[in-house]
């Protein structure tokens, strides 16, 4: 038996990842489940699935599902903050952890679980893109399992050599290919992205996912993130790392071999594919997803990405480049824009200008330890806040000349 912890569970990944153990009650068992402040939703995953801990990150909302545990005459032990997330990862009966807390919440409970020595399924990329070295260096340190779930690197891992390499050459890839499905707007014109509303946004054409990875998915920042963190998963440059759009999003992702091979994984959009392969790995279980029809797809398109219309693609290559702390900047600037987007206090196309911005006003650093990336990370989102109010008022001005 082997027992899980969920960091995120009430999302669409953690769901997902449910609905996979579910299929295979002789094999896996919920230890623990955790989320932000959701209470309905993680009290009705405890009656279902009876973890011995719930981890609430909202103090307020530990107390409230204490209550309400207790009611429904539930021994599962509540914790709360940051410090009840690490314990669950870390824990000794835990064999695999899945990371699926979405943004920079989901870093110290990660690298917990690295240090401890844990199978890490990966589908919080924000940890990398943050503190790739330190976690990298965790995951070494510690002898942990890192497996991605991100389908795009899922399917680089599948199709990637198995033996141990300092660069890709070694082992023959020439280039690692990201598929993106360029989002609901990959057809819109720079006018037409002005008059972007969160409705709108949150409308992916192929994948069902969280509210703040499918506006990513709409900006190409999604895939600029992922560009990064390829960078660490598998020791590639940025220039051994492309983006394609490929609108059906059946190819998950490629690999180029130097001979002119290039291997690729396919599979129906459903993110319980690669949950299953990182659960199971390195056996192969069922994961309840409706098996490909290459006849129903019929056809495989892809298109270079624009980064005159979805800048923030570039950016993500820029930070990547500049290295230090400018990725964890990057990623900061991007959360508090994309929240301020869905509560309709910024436009669109703001977005990418507001990351540009804090790019350019905060000096790089080299990346030295978890608290200095802390550090970066909260002066990141005050500049943000600082630009976005600084934009309000000029736009108050202008409508009042």
């Not at 000794?92 to 920079?104: K, S």
């Not at 779930?149 to 990201?178: C, K, R, T």
């Not at 990513?216 to 600029?224: H, P």
């Amino acid at each position: 038996m082997q027992y899980v912890t969920i960091l995120g569970s009430t999302g669409t990944i953690g769901q997902q990842t449910l609905d996979v153990i579910s299929q295979h009650p002789q094999r896996y068992a919920v230890f623990a489940l955790t989320a932000h402040q959701n209470v309905e939703a993680m009290l009705q995953q405890c009656v279902r699935y009876q973890p011995r801990y719930a981890v609430m990150q909202d103090a307020d909302a530990a107390q409230h599902l204490s209550q309400r545990l207790k009611a429904e005459n539930l021994a599962i032990k509540v914790l709360s903050g940051i410090e009840g997330l690490i314990e669950v990862s870390a824990h000794e009966t835990v064999n695999a952890v899945m990371a699926a807390i979405v943004g920079a919440a989901g870093l110290l409970p990660a690298l917990a679980a690295a240090k401890a020595g844990k199978k890490i399924l990966l589908a919080n990329k924000e940890t990398l893109v943050m503190a790739g070295q330190l976690f990298m260096d965790a995951v070494k340190q510690g002898q942990a399992t890192l497996l991605p779930i991100d389908s795009e690197h899922n399917a680089i891992f599948q199709a990637m050599p198995s033996q141990a390499y300092a660069d890709l050459a070694d082992v023959g890839v020439n280039q690692i290919i990201l598929t993106a499905s360029g989002g609901p707007f990959r057809c819109y014109t720079h006018a037409q992205l002005a008059d972007v509303t969160p409705a709108l946004a949150l409308k992916h054409p192929n994948w069902v996912m969280g509210a703040k990875i499918t506006v990513d998915s709409s900006t190409l920042m999604n895939k600029g993130l992922e560009v990064i963190e390829a960078h660490w998963l598998f020791n590639a440059r940025p220039d051994q790392i492309e983006v394609v759009v490929h609108p059906q999003s059946v190819i998950h992702s490629m690999v180029s071999y130097v001979d002119g091979s290039i291997l690729a994984q396919l599979g129906n959009p459903d993110m319980r594919t690669p949950i299953a392969y990182g659960l199971g790995y390195p056996e192969r279980i069922a994961s309840g997803v409706k098996p490909l029809s290459l006849v129903d797809v019929a056809r495989l398109e892809f298109e270079t990405p624009d980064t005159d219309r979805f800048p923030c693609l570039q950016l993500a290559y820029d930070a990547l480049a500049a290295g230090g702390t400018a990725p964890a900047v990057l990623n900061a600037a991007n959360e508090v824009a994309v929240a301020a987007f869905l509560q309709d206090e910024i436009h669109y196309l703001d977005i990418p200008r507001l990351l540009d911005e804090t790019l350019q006003k905060l000096p790089v650093e080299k990346v030295n330890s978890i608290e200095q990336l802390l550090e970066i990370d909260a002066k990141a989102r005050i500049c943000v806040k600082n630009a976005m109010t600084k934009t309000t008022v000029s736009v108050y001005k202008a409508v009042a000349l």
